[in-house]
């Protein structure tokens, strides 16, 4: 394994001087040479305090970090071959684009054609060739986030870090960014470790997406996988619009868990390690987009509408379902998938598409 986290964990005392605060707690982590790994989580989850233990910006209270089969977990940021493109990108106002990007080159003694050649494979790798020359304020914001990863990509770390970097970019260019850090990544074949709260950026960029929550990690995969198979109820909704419908175990059969929702019974998949008795209540995770409404209440249930909206590519609804409020999403509508207010609608739910976890 390329880079490992055993055991991590930080803690901090308190301002206050009441009880210490444990960022991140005994977080095990593999990640594989050449992986993409978002650490993706809200506010306060450790995500940021996890990367920044990596990056040796943190020392760690407990647990080791181990590269390419060494312990670094002691060593500064300087001798552990890292890399971090950062939220402010924090490229120097003085020095021109070819400057900021030669900057750390000149440190490890790097000069003349050498230098040259390094900065300008990085310039054409982030495609800024022919801005060399320009100051920074004299960019715009998008290639002024791509000068702060080509500096970073001209040492050649082992592993490249990004800390929010696209979170003061307007959406467009969000969306234009993450695609061209994702296929410099790949270009390149190296590690990265990115840490987001936003889960569309987790989803198109990364190999192995990283929940956490609390400073724990609640669950590692890939993007099908955390969307479709969460663990639980937290990852379930922090990723993509989640409805939760409360049904009744029954008991199992040898394709899945037998629930009853309202007045009807579907067989549903679970995790592999879900324990249900006959008689517990449980949580049916439904996407919206795996509910399809009939007109006129025809469906095996019946919901009324209480909100819709028009967006052009999709239309929008709240339901009243089996007593719980619910969105349905009908991408590509046309005028006859179009329900008013107040309107009674059959549901159809995708059964394949939904999946059972704990209450």
């Known amino acids: 394994m390329y880079l490992r986290?055993?055991?991590?964990?930080?803690?901090f005392?308190?301002?206050?001087?009441?009880?210490?605060?444990?960022?991140?707690?005994?977080?095990n982590l593999e990640i594989e040479?050449?992986?993409?790994?978002?650490?993706l989580g809200p506010s306060g989850c450790g995500k940021t305090t996890t990367l920044r233990l990596i990056a040796g910006f943190e020392f760690p209270s407990e647990g080791r970090i181990v590269l390419d089969g060494k312990d670094i977990a002691d060593e500064?940021?300087?001798?552990?071959?890292?890399?971090?493109?950062?939220q402010s990108y924090a490229i120097f106002p003085h020095l021109s684009v070819f400057e900021?990007?030669?900057?750390?080159?000149?440190?490890?003694?790097?000069?003349?054609?050498?230098?040259?050649?390094?900065?300008?494979?990085?310039?054409?790798?982030?495609?800024?060739?022919?801005?060399e020359n320009r100051q920074p304020n004299q960019l715009s914001g998008g290639q002024q986030q791509r000068v702060a990863l080509a500096r970073c990509l001209v040492m050649q770390p082992k592993v490249l870090l990004f800390d929010e970097p696209l979170s003061n970019l307007d959406a467009k260019l969000r969306v234009q960014m993450r695609?061209?850090?994702?296929?410099?990544?790949?270009?390149?074949?190296?590690?990265?470790?990115?840490?987001?709260?936003?889960?569309?950026?987790?989803?198109?960029?990364?190999?192995?997406?990283?929940?956490?929550?609390?400073?724990?990690?609640?669950?590692?995969?890939?993007?099908?996988?955390?969307?479709r198979r969460p663990v639980n109820r937290f990852v379930a909704d922090f990723i993509g619009q989640a409805n939760f419908l409360p049904v009744t175990v029954l008991g199992r059969k040898s394709d899945g868990w037998r629930v009853r929702l309202a007045d009807i019974e579907l067989v549903m998949d679970a995790a592999p390690e879900a324990h249900f008795a006959a008689g517990d209540q449980a949580l049916l995770l439904v996407r919206p987009e795996s509910m399809r409404l009939r007109p006129n209440g025809e469906g095996r249930l019946t919901g009324r509408v209480e909100r819709t909206a028009y967006l052009g590519s999709l239309a929008e609804y709240d339901l009243e379902l089996a007593g719980q409020r619910v969105a349905a999403v009908r991408y590509d509508p046309g005028e006859a998938d179009l329900y008013p207010v107040g309107a009674q609608v059959g549901v159809e739910l995708i059964e394949e598409n939904m999946y059972l976890i704990p209450g």
Do not use: C
């Not at 005392?13 to 977080?27: F, I, N, Q, Y």
């Not at 040479?33 to 650490?39: M, P, S, Y």
């Not at 500064?76 to 950062?86: L, Q, T």
């Open 5 to 11: 986290l055993e055991n991590l964990s930080k803690i």
């Open 33 to 39: 040479q050449g992986d993409f790994v978002t650490l």
């Open 100 to 131: 900021n990007i030669a900057y750390g080159l000149k440190i490890r003694k790097v000069a003349g054609a050498d230098l040259r050649r390094q900065v300008s494979h990085a310039l054409e790798m982030t495609e800024l060739s022919g801005l």
């Open 76 to 86: 500064p940021p300087n001798k552990r071959d890292m890399a971090m493109v950062f």
């Open 13 to 27: 005392a308190s301002r206050d001087g009441g009880k210490e605060v444990r960022a991140v707690d005994s977080v």
């Open 179 to 227: 695609s061209e850090i994702r296929r410099i990544q790949q270009d390149l074949g190296i590690t990265s470790v990115y840490v987001t709260h936003d889960q569309d950026e987790a989803m198109v960029l990364a190999d192995k997406i990283v929940v956490m929550n609390g400073g724990r990690i609640e669950q590692v995969g890939g993007a099908l996988e955390i969307y």
